[in-house]
Each structure stands twice: as structure tokens, then as C-alpha cells.
């Protein structure tokens, strides 16, 4: 018996209740690498993370350590950051 694609994301997505993981709240549609294929990450579904699109493309072939520096410092800096709402970031800034 063989497992399909659409099986294996379906089964991903509901175990994080269809919500991006990287914690912004929003729904999650797609799957991200989150060691990017482009880095030597695999197709593993212990690399694979449901997310939205804007968390997704904000992080690019970045980890997600580097990613969350990345925007850890941005906030730091004051600058906009793409995956937050300004709500979530006066929440940060408090």
C-alpha cells in the first residue's frame, strides 16, 4: 500500500490544526523545507512544516535560526517585518 502526496500533506496540515508553524497565526497553505533543499535539506517529512506563504517566502533558503535572527533584529532596528501585523508588532515592542 502506498502513501500519496496529497495523503501526506493532508495528515501534516492536520496535525497542526491547518495552521502555519512558524507561529503567525495565519493558515497554512503549503509546505516549506525547513532545512531548504537548496542547503541540503531532504524532502523528509521531518523537513517538512506546513506554513503560509508570507512566512514561507520571508524565510526563503534561510533556516529558520537564521530567519528568526534575522527578524529578531529587524525589530530590534524598528524596521517593518513582512510576516508580522503592525498589531503583533506593538505587542513585540511591549
Known amino acids: 500500500m502506498s502513501v500519496r502526496p496529497a495523503e501526506v500533506k493532508a495528515r501534516l496540515f492536520d496535525q497542526v490544526g491547518g495552521r502555519c508553524v512558524y507561529g503567525c497565526g495565519r493558515a497554512a497553505d503549503h509546505l516549506d523545507h525547513v532545512m531548504p533543499k537548496s542547503r541540503g535539506g531532504s524532502n523528509a517529512l521531518a523537513n517538512l512544516a506546513p506554513c503560509c506563504t508570507v512566512c514561507g517566502t520571508s524565510k526563503g533558503s534561510l533556516t529558520v ?30
Open 65 to 94: 535560526v537564521e530567519w528568526v535572527t534575522r527578524m529578531a533584529v529587524e525589530l530590534a532596528a524598528g524596521l517593518p517585518v513582512a510576516v508580522l501585523s503592525s498589531v503583533e508588532v506593538a505587542q513585540v515592542a511591549a
